[in-house]
């Protein structure tokens, strides 16, 4: 039985078309973002939100916790009471964006600042320390002067906490002996400026009669910047011990002579 040699290419071409043509949703009946349409009176295919709609996760009811003010004006308070733990985490956030510029200690002589960059304000002016909570807010929400906003990067619970710690540190700049309960007063000054203190159950706090040397010379910062390039500086070559300055060398770098 012969078959007809044109039969069979034109099945083939009857498969082809028959694929071809299968549709299911490759082409829908939609509109693309921002494309005219004539089936509403604004011709605008994109449809507005309905009102009073909120977006999950943005019902911000409560004005000054997302905004640090109350009808325009700066809070002087925090929006809920700020335990141990919200200042350590505070400082743990500070130590990882504000430091680089305004220093460990606040004095606004960060590693930055110390490279060229424009130097940061300092919170122990009379002007920072008397500013409302709120004014810190919103500075970290939305930047001032060089520096940019921190909004996308801090979350706002979390900003809250780094201006518990600011408070912390004005403190530990401006406070005097008198404000050191009495208890604590006395024991320090009996077993001297190494005394530990318990100040609650589970921790204790060190206190200290005066800053380490290198803190004096280098407010906020080790005498070996961070994070470290490899190159020991000249005043501390000279001074440190041989098996110090090794030690503060990378890994890579041991063994390679400056």
Not at 32 to 61: C, H, M, N, Q, W
Not at 228 to 239: L, M, T
Request: with cysteine; net charge positive.
């Amino acid at each position: 039985m012969k078959t007809n040699s044109a039969f069979i290419p034109a099945v083939l071409l009857l498969a082809m078309a028959s694929v071809a043509c299968r549709d299911d949703m490759h082409n829908q009946p939609k509109y693309k973002p921002l494309r005219a349409s004539d089936f509403f009176g604004d011709r605008r295919s994109a449809r507005p939100a309905i009102e009073d709609t909120v977006a999950r996760g943005y019902l911000r009811i409560d004005e000054a916790r997302y905004t640090g003010k109350v009808a325009g004006t700066d809070v002087d308070y925090f929006p809920w009471k700020m335990t141990k733990d919200d200042i350590v985490l505070g400082e743990y956030r500070f130590n990882i964006y504000c430091s680089p510029c305004h220093s460990r200690l606040g004095d606004g002589n960060g590693l930055i600042v110390q490279r060229g960059y424009r130097r940061a304000a300092s919170y122990h002016t009379a002007k920072l320390i008397a500013a409302p909570a709120g004014h810190f807010f919103d500075v970290i929400t939305n930047g001032y002067g060089a520096m940019p906003s921190y909004a996308s990067r801090i979350p706002v619970d979390d900003r809250w906490r780094i201006i518990a710690y600011i408070r912390a540190l004005q403190l530990s700049q401006a406070a005097k002996v008198d404000d050191v309960p009495a208890d604590i007063r006395q024991k320090l000054e009996s077993e001297g400026p190494t005394a530990e203190v318990r100040v609650d159950q589970d921790s204790t706090a060190r206190f200290a009669a005066s800053p380490p040397e290198s803190v004096v010379q280098s407010p906020g910062h080790p005498a070996i910047p961070m994070p470290y390039s490899g190159v020991i500086p000249p005043s501390y070559r000279s001074q440190a011990p041989k098996s110090e300055i090794a030690s503060a060398r990378p890994a890579k770098l041991q063994g390679v002579k400056q």
